[in-house]
């Protein structure tokens, strides 16, 4: 009874800190309409600075408590919403996402930068350990006290808040209908300043309280995924209601510590499995939970794509399979084999551009299906020993085929959620997988059979073969790799223009419409799901074994993070927005450091500088998703779009050719090093729209010749004005009235005038 | 919709909107727009509208689908900049005043639809609105007093109620607020004929008391017996004012018209 009683007040304790750090997330996305993934990364800079004040510097524990929840948190939140959020008005689910989660990213390195990780830092619980009181045999500490009462004085404080105060019921008004309140007179800005600074300060409040109770040592990841499992209780309340959020972190809390009492500890997995609970918890909670109904009127926003033609496209993949060749010549082994594990990245990314790019669905850890595909090959698909390992291409063909059926397996029950829910629903998964499968390091028996999913933590990938190629050569991997991408591009370009593809465009516009003109959304959503995890699957098997030795930290959640933002950054929508995306986070970061690294050890005196150079270089690598929020096709679209007016410039465009072939000659002749290569290439890309603009404007200063028509059909009359040359030219493209030019493109039949088509209905 | 004051001076919150203060030479109509453009986005949907409201009357906009009523009247509440012209409350240009500043300052705006929050309960809604400056108990009484329905409802959301009774709703935060200027957005939108009434007595009644009103409608009948003069807009464009029964019979051949 006793044991029963102590873990009940330890699971309440649990529980309450959850309840702080879920309520604040409620709070943040009922006034500004933003799921705020960057809540736990909040928390831990928080307990960084606190630790760091308290600690570092030796301050009174009041005085570290007074200026980081009384400063700190709401300046944090403050700004944030001032910088960034703010902005995220009339964006996509995706954009919003991926901001946030740039912001966490940021957060996460930022701290690394600051704090370093290997040193360790303990958090002690507020009047230490000892201090406990005991009530009938029943032992509680000081701290858990404290917790307890501060749990329950932010739920009533809440509480009155929402109810008893204007600005409490303002904020609840300010999601639905922010023009609303400001015809009321409010500004609804101030009001989501006012939420964001509070969540923040929750955050800050329940980072200091947790990490005393997870043990007390301060790690980034670990802190910031601890609150994230917060997310579970904030979906009991389904992200509205905050006494069932506070309902669900004690729910949340309890059952956590009840599996640690009471599930045998023989049993290797129950402490994985306590780890990965909360997120199996988010899981059935986000589909048990009745969904809100598909939205009406698809709401308008800013992400704009085109969509090239398969021919086009084609052309587009035989260039880039080129241009890799050429730029291997340059490359020394090493860089090779980097430049070759950027390329599986960006097959992983691919991924990403068919699930969210074409269809708007979200997945939050497509590493973790790549993880699936890794573990499958390495237990199927091997064949030889020692250096002769290699893996064969069945192996590889069953790892894709269970990945996309594991892919179906998990988006099945999660077809019905969208957006939010889904990429939820996948980050749910991610850390699941995360913790339970690839620490799975214990032997299973099953049928006779003895395995273990991840033994000895890491699993060694031997490189593939095809007949004859075998992909144990660098060069042989780098240009099989680029095949593949351009091949799998080129296939997506293509499915993007089949029916298929604008089925899957109309789900992401309006998925109320697509319903009710009788598209079978689950069918069509589960489809896009298994083509998705098949291309992740098969690119992180070449990752794993273009890295050789995979560890579960080659695939955990906040590296798939990393991918899905800069794949965003580039261009969602775009074959080489995932090209940029891909090779940035497979090899980016790695290239970055270690070239700073190489400059710092080449100058001794200034070695502090370049360091500190190349971590701030990492901490901006966020700063490229924190951009999305201002552009958010991503920067492909904006560099595709300044080179557009350059299409009638032929000159320029083949002097700039010229130019770059010679300054590749100078470099192949080894007379200028790679670095200046790659910078004035650089330069040359970003320089020819501009200088094309000037020599265009001076040879041609007013033709007269009227633009070609760029805004797709279906945006005329909302992304510019509609005029009668416009409306003529849509019939003509409808094949109404008069201009009959046989089958229109889409095959459809030509309608030959309304009058004639309403006597057939008449007729009929 | 944030913008600051373009050029123009902005109206001090506090000063309110009041009829003839402003300079000499005869008072100056409460609410007016001069050749005001406005776009959403790239697309310009108002071409130069000129407008006014006279202190203590009603002008009724009307017209067909798409000539631009609400867009005049986001204009006027201060949600939607002008790319062009003037805004004007009591002679003075108000450009680019925010739409929270514009209903401090009397303007009280009821938009298309239904203009509540539906997950806040009636005496919530209520409260919210009193943003403006009014004080809470003037609100709820002047809301139940004239609709007592919502006072049985006053703790029921605001969206699980009936069309009119959200109408009504809407309707109290002009009763309570005491406005300079009213801007009712298609009041009569999915309402039983018989609700329509109820609400245009309603409305009335503010008149009777000296409220002006500009009104969009794309149905005359309901709001032609209040109004003092009518405004017929086509295509972003104010193309005649005059009494409301000349503007009706104009109204019913831009219809046929197209
Ligand atoms: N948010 C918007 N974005 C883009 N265009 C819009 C938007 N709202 C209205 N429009 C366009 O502006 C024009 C005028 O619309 P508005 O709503 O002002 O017309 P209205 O006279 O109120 O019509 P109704 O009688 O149907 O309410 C229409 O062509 C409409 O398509
Ligand atoms: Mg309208």
Redesign the interface.
């Known amino acids: 009874m006793t044991t029963f009683l102590t873990f009940t007040i330890l699971g309440l304790v649990l529980g309450a800190v959850y309840a702080i750090a879920a309520s604040g997330l409620v709070l943040t996305y009922n006034t500004s309409g933003i799921f705020n993934f960057a809540h736990g990364a909040q928390a831990m800079l928080g307990a960084f600075l606190y630790w760091q004040l308290a600690y570092g510097w030796g301050w009174p524990v009041w005085l570290a408590l007074v200026v980081v929840l009384g400063v700190v948190g709401p300046a944090m939140g403050g700004l944030l919403h001032a910088l960034i959020m703010k902005g995220l008005r009339d964006t996509a689910d995706v954009t919003k996402i991926v901001v946030t989660v740039a912001v966490l990213l940021g957060m996460v390195y930022l701290s690394q930068w600051i704090w370093h990780p290997e040193e360790a830092r303990i958090v002690e619980m507020f009047f230490g350990s000892n201090a406990k009181v005991e009530f009938s045999g029943v032992v509680i500490r000081v701290h858990e006290i404290i917790c307890l009462v501060v749990a329950a004085a932010i739920a009533i404080g809440l509480r009155l808040l929402f109810t008893r105060s204007?600005v409490g019921?303002?904020m609840?008004?300010a999601v639905?209908?922010p023009?609303?309140?400001?015809?009321?007179?409010?500004?609804p800005?101030r009001v989501a300043a006012l939420s964001w600074m509070m969540g923040s300060t929750l955050a800050v409040l329940a980072g200091i309280l947790i990490t005393p109770i997870g043990g007390g040592a301060l790690q980034a990841n670990a802190l910031t995924l601890l609150v994230i499992d917060a997310f579970a209780a904030a979906m009991f309340g389904r992200l509205r209601s905050i006494p069932r959020t506070f309902a669900g972190a004690i729910v949340l809390g309890m059952t956590a510590t009840y599996v640690m009492a009471y599930f045998p500890s023989a049993w290797t997995w129950t402490s994985n499995f306590r780890i990965s609970l909360p997120m199996i918890i988010l899981f059935v909670v986000l589909i048990v939970l009745p969904q809100e109904r598909l939205r009406g009127a698809a709401i308008r926003t800013r992400e704009r794509y085109r969509v090239p033609t398969v021919r086009r496209a084609a052309v587009w993949g035989v260039a880039l399979v080129a241009v890799v060749y050429l730029l291997k010549l340059l490359m020394v082994e090493t860089s090779v084999s980097t430049f070759a594990l950027g390329m599986t990245f960006a097959i992983i990314a691919l991924s990403l551009t068919v699930l969210t790019g074409y269809a708007g669905e979200l997945n939050l850890a497509p590493l973790s299906f790549g993880a699936v595909a890794t573990i499958v090959v390495f237990h199927f698909g091997v064949v030889g020993t020692g250096l002769a390992a290699r893996l064969d291409v069945w192996g590889v063909l069953l790892a894709v085929l269970v990945t996309a059926v594991v892919g179906g397996l998990v988006a099945l029950p999660a077809l019905r959620l969208r957006g939010l829910y889904l990429a939820l629903a996948t980050l749910a998964f991610g850390v699941f997988l995360s913790n339970m499968v690839l620490r799975d390091t214990t032997e299973h028996t099953v049928f006779g059979v003895t395995f273990s999913l991840f033994p000895n933590g890491s699993l060694i990938i031997p490189p593939l073969r095809i007949g004859p190629l075998d992909l144990r050569d660098g060069d042989t991997f780098l240009m099989t790799a680029t095949v593949l991408f351009a091949l799998i591009g080129v296939g997506l370009i293509a499915l993007r223009n089949s029916g298929y593809g604008r089925r899957l465009a109309a789900m992401k516009d309006s998925p109320a419409a697509s319903a009710m003109l009788g598209q079978n959304l689950v069918k069509l959503k589960l489809s896009v799901f298994m083509i998705s995890a098949a291309i992740a699957g098969l690119g992180s098997v070449l990752m794993s074994s273009a890295i050789g030795s995979v560890a579960s930290e080659n695939f955990n959640v906040m590296a798939g993070l990393a991918l899905l933002m800069l794949t965003v950054a580039a261009g969602i929508g775009y074959v080489s927005g995932a090209l940029f995306g891909g090779l940035m986070s497979g090899v980016g970061f790695v290239i970055i450091v270690a070239t700073f690294n190489d400059l710092a050890a080449a100058n001794p005196d200034l070695a502090p500088v370049y360091q500190a150079i190349g971590s701030l270089s990492v901490v901006s690598t966020a700063l490229l998703g924190i951009g999305v929020g201002k552009s958010p096709s991503g920067t492909v679209h904006d560099v595709v779009e300044s080179y557009r007016s350059l299409r009638d410039a032929r000159p320029v465009l083949v002097g700039g050719a010229v130019l770059e072939a010679a300054l590749y000659g100078l470099t192949l002749a080894g007379i200028m090093d790679n670095w200046w290569f790659a910078i004035l290439t650089a330069c040359l890309v970003m320089m020819l729209p501009v200088f094309g603009r000037m020599v265009m404007a001076r040879v041609a200063p007013d033709e007269g010749r009227p633009a070609p028509h760029r805004t797709p059909p279906e945006l005329v009359?909302?992304?510019?004005?509609?005029t009668e040359e416009l409306r003529r030219e849509l019939d003509r493209e409808l094949g109404l009235s008069g201009h009959d030019r046989g089958p229109t493109p889409g095959g459809r039949r030509p309608v030959r005038s309304g009058a004639e088509e309403g006597n057939v209905h008449v007729v009929a | 919709m944030t913008g600051q004051a373009a050029g123009g001076h902005e109206m001090d919150a506090t000063s309110g909107l009041s009829p003839g203060t402003a300079d000499a030479g005869g008072p100056e109509p409460l609410l007016e727009l001069v050749a005001a453009r406005a776009a959403y986005g790239p697309i310009e949907v108002l071409h130069g509208v000129d407008l006014k409201v006279e202190a203590g009357s009603v002008l009724a906009l009307l017209g067909p689908n798409g000539g631009g009523k609400s867009t005049t009247m986001k204009v006027c509440a201060g949600l939607l900049p002008l790319t062009g012209g003037d805004l004007r409350f009591a002679g003075r240009r108000v450009n680019g005043i925010s739409a929270q500043d514009a209903a401090r300052l009397g303007v009280c705006s009821i938009p298309e639809g239904r203009g509540i929050f539906a997950n806040l309960s009636v005496r919530e809604n209520l409260w919210v609105a009193t943003g403006t400056g009014a004080r809470m108990e003037e609100m709820e009484e002047a809301a139940y007093s004239r609709f007592p329905i919502l006072g049985k409802r006053r703790n029921q959301l605001a969206g699980s109620m009936s069309g009119g009774e959200q109408q009504m709703l809407a309707l109290s935060r002009a009763l309570g607020s005491n406005p300079a200027v009213l801007l009712l957005d298609e009041l009569s939108m999915g309402l039983a004929p018989m609700i329509v009434t109820q609400m245009y007595d309603t409305v009335a009644q503010l008149v009777a008391e000296g409220l002006s009103i500009l009104v969009a409608e794309q149905f005359a009948r309901a709001v032609l017996p209040i109004a003092d003069t009518a405004a017929l807009m086509l295509h972003g464009r104010v193309v005649s004012v005059g009494r409301p029964d000349e503007i009706e019979e104009q109204l019913s051949s831009s219809y046929l018209g197209g």
């Open positions: 204007r019921v303002v609840r008004g639905d209908d023009d609303l309140l400001r015809l009321n007179g409010h500004n800005e009359g909302v992304d510019e004005p509609y």
